[in-house]
């Protein structure tokens, strides 16, 4: 048998995740240094939200382990190969 909470509130304010699967993102710097290409994550699943913020599970390809973290500790990560304009503008001959 189910119950339903008296006086609950429908959940119509959970938030949405902003990420895809796939997508790469990076850490929010706390320290105001400038993030290294290194630091540069993969979304791998979405998870539930916690504390009112969507919660991702995260991996680097340069960790043998998976992170979790919520969104508010992310950002887009700006395309790696335009941010190196070495790597943009070599040729293959």
């Known amino acids: 048998m189910i119950r339903f909470q008296q006086n609950a509130r429908p959940r119509t304010d959970t938030p949405s995740h902003l990420f895809a699967i796939g997508q ?44 979790v973290t919520t969104e508010d500790n992310l950002e887009v990560a700006d395309d790696p190969v335009a941010a190196n304009p070495v790597v943009a503008n070599s040729q293959v001959v």
């Not at 979405?46 to 680097?60: A, E, F, M, W």
């Open 24 to 67: 790469t993102v990076r850490m929010k710097s706390r320290t105001g240094l400038a993030q290294k290409a290194a630091e540069l994550f993969q979304i791998k699943s979405r998870l539930p939200v916690k504390d009112g913020s969507p919660q991702y599970r995260i991996r680097s390809e340069h960790e043998t382990y998976e992170r």
